[in-house]
C-alpha cells in the first residue's frame, strides 16, 4: 500500500508570507502527527492529529498551527515566515497513535525561507 | 518534561565489531521506547521498540529503568548499517527525540 505521501517537496518562500503544506497518511491511518527537523535543534514535535481533534501541540509560536479533515488528510500552515522557519518538515502516520504504535514518516516537505 | 539524551553524536566503527548507541531518558511515567532509523536518501523508518523485545537487523536494546537508558546493540556491524540512528520516547501522543548518531561502519 501506498506510504504517506507529503507534499510539496520543496518550497521556496521570502519572510513574511505563509506556506501550507500538506500530509496524506497511510490508508487506514487515523493519527498524524508533524515534525520540524533542523540541523540546529534535531527533530521536534509540533502537533499531532486523531479524527480531526488536535491531541498534543508542541513548543512552538502560534504561527504555526495545523487540521486534519474527515479522511485523516492533515495540512500544517505556518504563517509570518521566519528565517528561522527554514527547515525539513516531516508528517508521520499510525493507526489510532497509541503509545506503543509505530510510526510511518513521509519524505517531507523542505522549506527554505528567504 | 521527558528528555531523550543521545550522547554520541557521530561513531566510527569497522565492519564486523560491535557497536552501542547509547540513550538516556528522564519521564516521570513508565516509558514507551523506540530506536528510528535514517539510511542515506531513505525516510525515517522505525528500527526497534521495547515493548517487542524483538532483534531486528541484528540489533537489540534493553530498557534499564534504574539507570533511564535504552542502548541498541549490535554484535558484528556491517556496512549496511551505516545510518543516523535516533532514540525517541512516546508520551502524550507525541514522540521525543534524541540528537541523533550518524555511524560509519568502515570496511
Known amino acids: 500500500k501506498a506510504g504517506v505521501t507529503q507534499t510539496p517537496r520543496y518550497l521556496i518562500k521570502t519572510r513574511g508570507q505563509q506556506v501550507t503544506l500538506s500530509c496524506s497518511p497511510i490508508?487506514?491511518?487515523?493519527?498524524v502527527s508533524w515534525y520540524q527537523q533542523t540541523p540546529g535543534q534535531g527533530l521536534q514535535f509540533l502537533f499531532e492529529?486523531?479524527?480531526?481533534?488536535?491531541?498534543n501541540k508542541g513548543n512552538f509560536p502560534g504561527r504555526f498551527s495545523g487540521r486534519q479533515f474527515s479522511n485523516s488528510r492533515s495540512e500544517m500552515n505556518v504563517s509570518t515566515l521566519e528565517l528561522g522557519d527554514s527547515a525539513l518538515y516531516l508528517c508521520?502516520?499510525?493507526?489510532?497513535?497509541?503509545?506503543?504504535?509505530?510510526?510511518?514518516f513521509g519524505s517531507g516537505t523542505q522549506l527554505s525561507v528567504l | 518534561a521527558q528528555r531523550v539524551t543521545q550522547p554520541e553524536k557521530l561513531l566510527s566503527v569497522f565492519k564486523g565489531a560491535p557497536v552501542e548507541l547509547k540513550c538516556n531518558y528522564s519521564?516521570?511515567?513508565?516509558?514507551?521506547l523506540f530506536w528510528y532509523v535514517q539510511y542515506s536518501r531513505q525516510r525515517l523508518q522505525l528500527l526497534l521498540r521495547?515493548?517487542s523485545r524483538e532483534s531486528i537487523k541484528g540489533f537489540t536494546a534493553d530498557l534499564n529503568k534504574g539507570e533511564t537508558s535504552f542502548h541498541l546493540k549490535k554484535p558484528f556491524a556491517q556496512e549496511e548499517d551505516s545510518a543516523m540512528y535516533y532514540c525517541?520516547?512516546?508520551?502524550?501522543?507525541?514522540?521525543?527525540f534524541g540528537a541523533g548518531t550518524t555511524v560509519t561502519v568502515r570496511a
Open positions: 525517541a520516547l512516546h508520551s502524550d501522543y507525541k514522540l521525543s
Open positions: 521495547h515493548i
Open positions: 519521564y516521570s511515567g513508565s516509558p514507551e
Open positions: 490508508s487506514g491511518h487515523r493519527s
Open positions: 508521520a502516520s499510525s493507526l489510532g497513535g497509541q503509545m506503543n504504535e509505530k510510526l510511518f
Open positions: 492529529y486523531f479524527s480531526e481533534t488536535q491531541r
